[in-house]
C-alpha cells in the first residue's frame, strides 16, 4: 500500500541535523513529499532553534521535545536519526520495534553485537532501516558506478577511499559547541568514520549483493596532530594542550572482498591538508582516480605516457555519457552537489512504497561494522579480523533487493 | 687513503644496465671519476652491445666476460649490481668476500635470511654496500626530505608512496626480452618493488638512525590485470594467455615504525594507470602530496577549504628556498631528473673516500627485507610480520654515519 505523503520525525539538531531540517526537509515538506511531524534533541535550546526556523519557513509546528523516546511513541512513518554516532543504532533499533522506519545517518558502530542486534530487529519487525549514506549519491561515485556497470572499466580489481578532511578546529572545539567528536577522538582509536568511502565501492562491488568483505587488517600512526593544533592556536594552557588523544592521526585500513578485490581506506582527520575523499576505481580496462578528477582508459590513454598531468580533470568529459538514473531523473540541467536530496529522497521513496532501500539493514550492518573491526585489528597489532556475514549466507542468492539505484544488473 | 680514479666493473647489462652504462657510467668516465674496467651478463649479445657502445664513445675497452665470478677476481674498486632481482644480494656478497666495494640497484630480497647474510658479511669484511635507490635523489623527495629537516612540516607522522606503474607490456613480453619480471609475476605474491618509495621515506623518518621499521601487514588484491591484457592485446592463443599469475594486481602494505609513525606503500603495476610514486608526506604543521605536486602549510593554506586544486602544482614555489645540497652541488641551473647520476656520485664518493655511503647495508637489508615480509603476511592473510633490526641496536646510536646527504641533524 502506498502511503500519500509521509509523517517523518527528526531526532538530532545538531550542525547536521540543523542543516538537514533547512536544506533537505524542508525542501521535501515543501515539494509536498513529507510532513514534518516531530523534531527532538537533548538539547533545549536547539529544539528552539529547530522550531524558529520551521516556524520562519511556514511550517506547521511539530511535535518537540528532548525526549527520542516521546518522539518513538507517535504515529510516524518514518524517522531520521542525525545524533551522535553513539546513539544511531540504539535509536534506529526501538524505532523499528515501534514500527518506525528508520533512517540512519552516516557513523560506525561501536561492537559488532549491535550491528546484529540492528539485522535481527529489523528481521524480526519486518521493518527494513536505510543508511543514509550520502556519499553514495555523489556525482562522481554515481558516474563511477555507471562506468562500473556499463564494463567501461573491465573486471573491478581494486577501490580505495578516504575520509580526508581537516577536523583539528571541530574537534578542538568540541567541548564549547557540544561535539560528540571529542570525547570519542580522546578515547577510541579507529576509522571512526567509514561510510563515505565503504558506501559507494561496497555499491561498486556488489557488497551483499554477490559479494562480501571478509575481513581487514588496521594500523594507526601516533596522534599528535590534536596536541600541536590545540597549542598553537589555544595556548599551552589550553584546558586540552595536555589531553592525550588515543586517536591516531591517520588510520590505514585494507578489506579483502570475497570476489578477490582489495579495498583500502584512511581517516585523516587532525592533520593539516586539503578536502578529499580520495574515491579510486581500478579495474582491467581504466579506472576513475578521484584526487585529480581523471578517467584513464585502456586503448584511449598512453600506458607509457609518465606525465599524468595529462588526464588530470578529464572526468568531466565523460560526465554526460555516464550520467547515472538518479542524476538524469532529479538534475537535469547537471548543477550542484545535490548528494543529501538524493539519499533522502531514495528513503522517502522506499518508506512510500513499503520497498527494501537502496541501502538496507545489511549494508548499514557491515559498513558501520569497519569500525569496531578496526578497533580491534589496531588493539591487536594490525591483526587479521573477520567481517561478519550480516545476511547469513543471504549476499550469495539475493531475492529481496529492490530495483533500485544501485543494481549492477544492465537490463 | 683517498683513491683517485676508481676501478669499476658493471654487472648485468639488460635495459637498466645499458642505460645506466650510457647515461651515467660514460659520463663519470668522462668526468674522470671512474675506470669502467670490466663489464658482464650472462647474455653474449648483450656483452657485445656494451663493448660496442664503449667503443663508440672512445672509452678504453674493458674486461669483457659472461661469467661475474670473473669480474670479481679483478683487482676492482667497486662493482655496480644491475642484474635480474635474485641474483642482487648473492653478487653482492661475493664482492665484498672479494674485497671490493658493492653498488646494488633497485630491486626486494627473496627471504629475511639473504639480507642478514649481507648485513653480516659487510661487518665481517669491513667492506660497506650501498642501495643504490635513485629514487632517494629525486627532486621532489629530496625538497621534501629538507622541508622536514628543517621542520616545515612540524612532526612527521605519516608517509606514503607507491610503485604505480603499468608494466603489462614488460612482462607480457617478458620471454622475448628475457625480462626477469615475468618469472616472478608468474611464481610470487609480494610487494615486489618497495624501495623506490621506502627509501626516500626511510630517510625522512630517519629509520636505522633514531627509528627503525617495527612490522608491518600486507594485503593483495586478486591478479587480473595480466591476463585481460594478454588476451586484448596479444590473443586468446598467446603462449601466456591461460597462465595463472600468482602476482595480485595491486598489494597493499602498511607499516609501523618504532616513532609511532606510520608508512602506506602500495605496488601497483599490472592494471591500466597513469605513472607515480605517490610519495606523501604528512606533518603536524604540514605536507607535501607528490600526485597533486602539492605543499599544504599550516597557516599559509586554509584548513577550510574544500577546493584542494587551489594548491596544485604549487610545490616548485617552494623549490628554490628548500633546495637540497646535492641538488645545488650539481644541478645549480635546475633542469632534468638526474636521480642516477645523483646516486651513482654518491656512491663512488663513499668508494673514494672509504666512508659508509649515505644508503648503507643496513638500509639495504631493511628496505629490501619489505619485500620477504609481505610476501609472508600475504600468505598467511594479512597477519603482522615484524621486521628485523638489522643494526642489532644500533640504530637508537648510530656512530657510523657519514655526515652524508641525508643527515637530519641540522649544524
Given amino acids: 500500500m502506498k502511503k500519500e505523503k509521509l509523517k517523518v520525525g527528526a531526532i538530532g539538531l545538531g550542525n ?35 522550531l524558529k526556523e520551521l516556524e520562519e519557513k511556514g511550517v506547521p509546528k511539530p511535535f518537540a521535545t528532548t525526549d527520542y523516546r516521546e ?47 540492528l539485522v535481527e530487529t529489523s528481521e524480526k519487525t519486518g521493518i527494513p532501516c536505510m543508511l543514509l549514506e550520502n556519499c553514495c549519491y555523489g556525482r562522481r ?37 557540544r561535539h560528540y567528536r571529542l570525547k570519542n577522538y580522546i578515547h577510541r582509536n579507529c576509522e571512526n568514520y567509514p561510510t563515505h568511502e ?117 572526468a568531466e568529459e565523460y560526465a554526460e555519457e555516464y550520467k547515472h538514473t538518479v542524476w538524469k531523473k532529479y538534475f537535469p540541467k547537471g548543477g550542484h552537489d545535490g548528494m543529501d536530496e538524493l539519499v533522502y529522497r531514495a528513503f522517502f521513496e522506499s518508506v512510500k512504497n513499503g520497498t527494501n532501500p537502496p541501502i538496507d539493514v545489511y549494508d548499514a550492518a557491515a559498513w558501520m561494522s569497519i569500525t569496531a573491526l578496526t578497533e580491534k585489528s589496531i588493539a591487536l597489532g594490525g591483526a587479521p579480523v573477520e567481517i561478519p556475514d550480516f545476511t547469513k549466507g543471504k549476499w550469495m542468492n539475493r531475492t529481496d533487493i529492490a530495483d533500485g539505484d544501485f543494481s549492477l544488473k544492465i537490463k
Fill in 16 to 50: 547536521r541535523g540543523t542543516s538537514i531540517l533547512k536544506y533537505t526537509l524542508i525542501p521535501f515538506y515543501e515539494e509536498g513529499m513529507i510532513e514534518i511531524s516531530a523534531i527532538c534533541d537533548n538539547y533545549e535550546d536547539r529544539v528552539e532553534r529547530g
Fill in 198 to 314: 565503504i558506501g559507494p565501492i561496497a555499491k561498486i562491488l556488489g557488497i551483499n549483493d554477490g559479494n562480501r568483505m571478509l575481513y581487514l587488517t588496521s594500523m594507526s600512526s601516533k596522534a599528535r596532530g590534536l596536541h600541536d593544533y590545540i597549542v598553537d592556536r589555544k595556548g599551552k594552557d589550553d584546558k586540552y594542550a595536555d589531553t592525550v588523544f588515543n586517536q591516531g592521526d591517520i588510520i590505514s585500513t585494507t578489506i579483502k572482498c570475497s570476489g578477490g578485490e582489495l579495498i583500502h581506506i584512511t581517516l585523516d582527520t587532525t592533520l593539516p591538508r586539503a578536502y578529499s575523499r580520495d574515491f579510486t576505481i581500478r579495474g582491467t580496462k581504466g579506472g576513475y582516480f578521484e584526487e585529480t578528477d581523471s578517467v584513464f582508459l585502456d586503448h584511449t590513454h598512453d600506458e607509457f605516457e609518465l606525465d599524468r598531468r595529462k588526464i588530470w580533470e578529464n
Fill in 141 to 177: 561515485e554515481l558516474m563511477a558506478f555507471e562506468m562500473v556497470k556499463r564494463g567501461l572499466f573491465g573486471e573491478i580489481v581494486y577501490c580505495q577511499g578516504g575520509y580526508l578532511h581537516d577536523l583539528r578546529y571541530e574537534v578542538s572545539h568540541g567541548e564549547e559547541n
Fill in 71 to 117: 518522539v518513538l511513541k507517535l504515529d510516524l512513518d518514518a524517522v531520521v536519526i542525525i545524533t551522535s554516532w553513539e546513539t544511531h543504532v540504539g535509536i534506529a533499533i526501538e524505532a523499528m520495534k515501534a514500527g518506525i522506519y528508520p533512517g540512519i545517518e552516516a557513523g560506525g558502530a561501536y561492537n559488532v553485537e549491535e550491528c546484529w542486534e
